[in-house]
């Protein structure tokens, strides 16, 4: 099959650039962009089932408003004394000066008495905001509010300062803007420098660049495409995500080629012939890894969270994409060029002796259990870092200092109890449809605010903490938790404990809801949990597949998920190292290991694939195991390392970004690369299957030979990946 697609592509290249040119002017013309199916509605991302969303369920249709956003004004004196009656009646006049200036998006402006704090050193002003999330006209809403409120504050001696989700996002967004700015300058200068080191060519080295940009051009259109034919979500994320693995993906499978490629140059072919030998022989080896990773992407479709499932079909059509332009477009342009892609470079000419790889090579074939146990072992020391693994849902810890937000939320804390920026609220509904009795829920509500973790109640306009809606068959309670509403103890308490004592106590002839921030976050943690459970090996379970067709066996596909297995977790272990055990850190974010998933576990694979599929190669030309083991290193370890040094630095960019969570993100991919290419595919794999010999590819015979071994006994045949 890749034969004929070869011999195709080699000798029609004005053909397959015109189908190309053809259909990216279409699909960029005609095609829906991301922006026109993107989900920004954030509610939907839990399944019904949840009691989180049946609170937020229950709160739009007694209240008329669910998990809408809200911010937070802070109001106190500069010098840190008490609030004046007058005080108070300025942040009254601050509240009615908003309301009035018709911001769009601000629905409903509150303060009072009932919103100053015990020690009567912080004042309250909520402003309800229509819609949630990042939109950025509720970011642009809380700028308003902040330039509305401030000549109003001037010259009282009092100070205002907005908190809030929606506060720290607009905060931030120039902070994450210039993150990826940075990133992204570093990402291409660093593709760039590496690739003009290794083929010391520009036009090898830009080769990349430009098909990337292209396939990034086309593939959101075909993916909101998809999305509207096929009706699945997009998360307004997933643009930033399609980058990263391109660039991941495509460099990775450019390399492999372009890399096998000069190899048979090196070997004496004609560059035509050269050509369609390599992508016959690496085209079978990406189409393997395409697969492996679209599965893994695909995989996400299990997912319960919705912020996990939005990503899995618009990944892995962009990979599907990437995979189909290293076989047909690359070539067809490396065909015009012929080895010129290599110029001014001539080492494309000679064979280098004497190499690290070849060292390394013959390293691995004579003591092979060595390798195998220096690699396997560092992998399990890293491995043990997952003793302190923790996670962390705080995004104001995750965010930079020194905001507008993060100055609010301290000086909230100087007197409230930590969790008045987002109460956790309890519905109570009659199940008779009656409107409720008064009485019991005052009860009820005091009975609440003696659960050990809360902090108080918040009361309603009229000073009570039972707020009731128009027809009297729903009650709303706030509660203030001691903890910060991300922590893991605000988890415990909101998805647990108070949810087991408010259906316990209820008044009867009621069904009590927890709902708010810390309840909706405590069912997060528990999808993420269900979802890592599940994704992970149903995933590992057909990628097992994929290698096993690719391979005829059933052992080598075994012991290759068991090293994926062992660098998942010792890449978790080395940031937990990092960042937990001697950054200090409360945890990894949430979603680190999701993300590791993605780009780990299934870019990570790739390298697994290439490498076993050389250790095949060089079986079927006579190599016994160990010599085999000896020329797949010192042929295929160059590819491997150059792909994941380029990988991982393209990650490592983001330790520039000055984002906590960016820099877990860095580094932990770039380290999980890192283990990927030099420890698990170049060592540990080729030393087992040296030591398994050929049970390694039982029940089948992928290891006989195609002809008879040469008289050296070391063949240097048709392809190498160097």
């Known amino acids: 099959m890749f034969g004929r697609l070869a011999r195709f592509v080699v000798y029609n290249p004005w053909k397959v ?92 402006v509150v303060t009072g008495p009932q919103a100053v704090s015990p020690n009567q050193q912080v004042q309250l002003v909520n402003v309800a905001l229509d819609g949630i999330g990042d939109d950025p006209k509720l970011l642009e809403a809380v700028k308003k509010v902040r330039d509305v409120g401030r000549p109003v504050m001037d010259g009282t001696g009092l100070t205002m300062n907005v908190t809030g989700d929606v ?38 080295a830009f080769l990349p660049i430009l098909t990337v940009g292209l396939v990034s051009a086309v593939a959101p259109g075909l993916i909101a495409m998809c999305a509207k034919v096929f009706g699945f979500q997009v998360d307004q994320s997933l643009q930033i995500l399609l980058t990263i693995v391109l660039y991941g993906v495509g460099t990775d499978y450019i390399v492999f080629l372009l890399f096998r490629y000069r190899e048979r140059l090196r070997a004496g072919d004609d560059p035509k012939q050269a050509l369609v030998t390599a992508v016959t022989r690496i085209g079978e080896v990406i189409a393997s890894a395409a697969a492996a990773i679209i599965i893994a992407f695909s995989a996400l479709l299990l997912a319960v969270f919705g912020g996990f499932r939005s990503f899995g079909p618009g990944l892995a059509i962009a990979v599907a994409l990437m995979a189909i332009a290293v076989v047909t477009l690359i070539p067809a342009v490396v065909s015009l060029l012929g080895a010129k892609v290599f110029w001014p470079s001539k080492s494309w000419q000679r064979t280098p002796r004497g190499t690290a790889f070849q060292r390394l090579g013959r390293l691995t074939g004579r003591r092979p259990a060595v390798v195998a146990l220096a690699s396997g072992g560092v992998m399990v020391a890293l491995a043990l ?14 965010l930079p200092s020194g905001t507008e937000s993060a100055q609010g939320l301290a000086d909230l804390q100087s007197g409230f109890p930590a969790g008045a920026l987002n109460p956790t609220s309890v519905y109570v509904r009659s199940d008779t449809g009656r409107p409720l009795d008064p ?78 921030l810390s309840s909706a976050f405590a069912d997060v943690k528990a999808a993420n949990n269900r979802d890592l459970a599940v994704i992970f090996p149903v995933a590992g379970l057909f990628i097992a597949v994929i290698l096993g067709l690719l391979l005829r066996s059933v052992v080598a596909p075994l012991y290759l998920m068991i090293a994926v297995v062992l660098g998942f977790f010792s890449t978790l272990g080395a940031t937990v190292i990092a960042f937990v055990v001697l950054g200090g850190n409360a945890g990894l974010t949430f979603s680190l290991p999701m993300i590791l998933y993605l780009f780990v576990v299934a870019i990570g694979t790739d390298y697994n694939i290439l490498m076993i599929a050389r250790l095949r190669e060089e079986a079927r030309e006579g190599n016994d195991p160990r010599t085999a083991a000896d020329l797949a290193v010192e042929h295929a370890g160059p590819s491997v390392g150059a792909a994941g040094l380029i990988l991982a630095g393209t990650f490592a960019s983001m330790l520039l970004g000055g984002i906590s969570f960016l820099m877990e993100m860095g580094f932990a991919v770039s380290i999980g690369i890192l283990i990927s290419a030099f420890v698990m595919s170049m060592f540990l794999v080729p030393s ?21 071994k040469s008289p050296t006994g070391r063949q240097r045949e048709t392809v190498q990946v160097n």
């Open 385 to 398: 870092g997952m003793l302190g693994f923790k996670t962390d849902y705080d995004q104001a810890s995750q």
């Open 17 to 108: 650039i015109a189908v190309w040119v053809l259909a990216t002017i279409a699909i960029v013309a005609f095609a829906p962009t991301l922006a026109d199916v993107v989900n920004r509605d954030q509610t939907n991302f839990l399944p019904s089932s949840y009691e989180s969303v049946q609170a937020g369920e229950l709160a739009e249709q007694a209240f008329g408003r669910g998990n809408d956003s809200s911010a937070t004004i802070v109001v106190k004196r500069a010098d840190g004394g008490t609030l004046s009656e007058a005080d108070q009646a300025k942040v009254g006049e601050l509240a009615q000066k908003i309301q009035g200036a018709g911001i769009e998006r601000v629905s409903r």
């Open 688 to 708: 087992v299957t040296a030591l398994l010999w050929h049970k390694a590819w039982w029940p089948g015979h992928g290891d006989e030979p195609d002809r008879p």
């Open 167 to 204: 506060a720290m996002w607009a905060d931030n967004e120039s902070a994450f803007n210039n993150a990826f700015v940075i990133v992204g300058i570093a990402t291409i200068t660093l593709i760039i420098v590496l690739l003009a080191l290794m083929y010391r060519s520009p036009v090898a």
């Open 439 to 516: 009485a019991p829920l005052e009860q009820f509500a005091n009975e609440l605010q003696q659960v050990d973790g809360i902090g108080g109640a918040m009361p309603g306009p009229d000073g009570n903490p039972v707020q009731l809606n128009p027809g009297g068959t729903v009650a709303k309670i706030d509660l203030l938790l001691d903890s910060r509403p991300y922590s893991n103890e605000a988890f415990d308490l909101a998805g647990d404990r108070l949810r087991t004592f408010a259906h316990e106590r209820t008044p009867d002839g009621t069904t009590a809801f927890v709902g708010g």
